[in-house]
DNA sequence: TGCGACACATATCG
DNA sequence: TCGATATGTGTCGC
């Protein structure tokens, strides 16, 4: 990847309209991990030697819930939604894992195929909602995320670089323009993506590693609103992550599995992305019968803009390893993203329809088809996204046309966003059965205040959703010899060596020099731990920069003239209270930004 | 067993 | 080279 995260030019270049310290912070919409690896900065060659792939979960393909049509209602619109990972996760007895406590970001974007967004961003369309014909006035994208099954909502928390000393916030939704693209290019421009910075699971999933126990898995989403002129948000497009496994704080709970994902990603690194095979891959993989875990296949289609990828799935409930199929959602992209029209392709009920063709990823890492790279995420770009190949300047995403443009409507996260509550998809507990699309029509239906997401209490049942018996390494694991390059992050050896002296440490020990703590960690990974700056080129929905932030009033004008200038939220641009980007970024101080 | 809080270590930037 | 910053993670107490 990654000129956009990695080109010095992207430092000084058009994206840094905002000023220095929002440009520099800004830079963090990708990857470091990429940045480090593509920047060729001097000081990070190391890791960039170490972490020599990018690798993050992919996405299932994406669902559009409504049809979307042109205002003289003779063109059908297919909505792709794409998202990505980035940082944080690795591959560990080929789930994709990541720590609680660490940082991953999500970046997300959609696009209209044949549609050229770059000369109408703002789409002018009209949603088909169960036949009412809707304006929409924009669209949105928030995350969220979900236990596996879908039935319990799971919290996502985005931090402030104070971390425990700064505010907390849920990722809110942001408006978005048609003509994402996530993929990496020579462009390095992507205006028209929306990035959620410092994000962290709230938990954990439940039995992480090494007992035998039901894994519990966790699911990000991701979820496109369109905005009609009533102001109702209408969840017109969605997308779910890879199953997840979020480690908690107790390193014992799955210190004895370092063992593996080391072995693993060694393996993996060593290998590359050569023949994938996954948690369910083979059939010999000891997933429970129940579990209906997709039979290996050939046959899927990593070309997932083809809607005859045999992807008949059933939704997001059993989306993964419950599914009856398992849909590798990879366009060769960042993004690892595609989209289908589910009306074409897929089937909610994950009983019928199937096809004998059907498959799903062998790998967590990479489908078992004919593109084993394509998940890669910096890593492949694809073609499907000429608008935003386009290289939208962020001069593109001026204020003009865009609705909220110098308007500044509302705030997110304000107590007192006027016509809708943010309500977000993870307080609402989507509800993704496979009841297809009348039940999923009605999650996000409209927020203007009829509320149907009622906290619904979770039962135990609720709670056992998205188990499945852990598997901590398949016997046809792909990361054996396969050529994927898999890296772990850094990670917490606390337990593992817990009888070890701190001088084992490859890194961090410093009891030497008169700490009294024992660092005991371990650098395995090629991640930077620093936001990278100057590179970013998507709009961003970050938590607080800090020093930037308190040392001038003018930074939160900075955040939003990038985010005005780049992310093209225009009206943002001039101040916390603006529309909501700003806002989004999490004060250290309240009250400063009730005073701004 | 998991979490909040605190603190240390280290990479990166200016 | 150094200070500031960001972030991974060790540890304690609950």
Known sequence: MDEQTGSPDMATGSDRIAGDNIAAYASSAHSPTSESMMSGGSRNRKRSEVFATHESPYFFPAHQLYNVVSMDRSTSYTLKLAAKIDRGFFLASNDWTCYRRNYFQISACFFIPGLDTTQQPEVPCLLDYNGELLQVNRFLICIGAQIQNGDKAIELVQHTPKRDKGPQITPKRMPVRAGGDLSPGPTGLQPYVVTYERVQFKTATANNGKRRAAQQYYQVHVDLFAETDTGAQILVANLLSAPLVVRGRSPGHYADNEDDDAVAAAAAAAAGAGAPSGPGTSSSTPYPADERYPPA?????????????????????????????YPYQSLGSASHMATQDYREDYHYNNNSGRHDSESYPASPLSPSGPHPHAYMTPQVQHGFSPAASGAASPDMYSPSGFPENGGGHYQYGSPTYPQYPQQHPQDQHHHYHQEGQQQLNGQYDSYNGGQQYDQETQDHATQLAGLRIHSPVSPSSPLIGSPTGVTPRRQSFSSALSSKKAGVGIAGDRSSIGSTRKTRSISMSGITKRAP??????????????????????????????????????????????????????????????QS
Request: proline share 5%; net charge neutral; hydrophobic share 20%.
């Open 533 to 594: 700056s100057k590179t970013r080129t998507s709009r961003t929905v970050p938590a607080t920069p800090t020093k930037e932030h308190h040392s001038n009033g003018g930074a939160l004008g900075s955040i939003g003239g990038v985010l005005g200038g780049i992310g093209g939220l225009g009206g943002i641009g001039h101040g916390v209270k603006g529309l909501g980007i700003s806002s989004d970024r999490i004060p250290e101080n309240p009250m400063e930004d009730q």
């Open 297 to 325: 296949s050939s046959s899927y289609r990593n070309d997932s803009i083809s809607s005859s990828n045999g992807g008949d799935y059933s939704y997001y409930p059993n989306y993964g390893y419950n599914s009856s199929s």
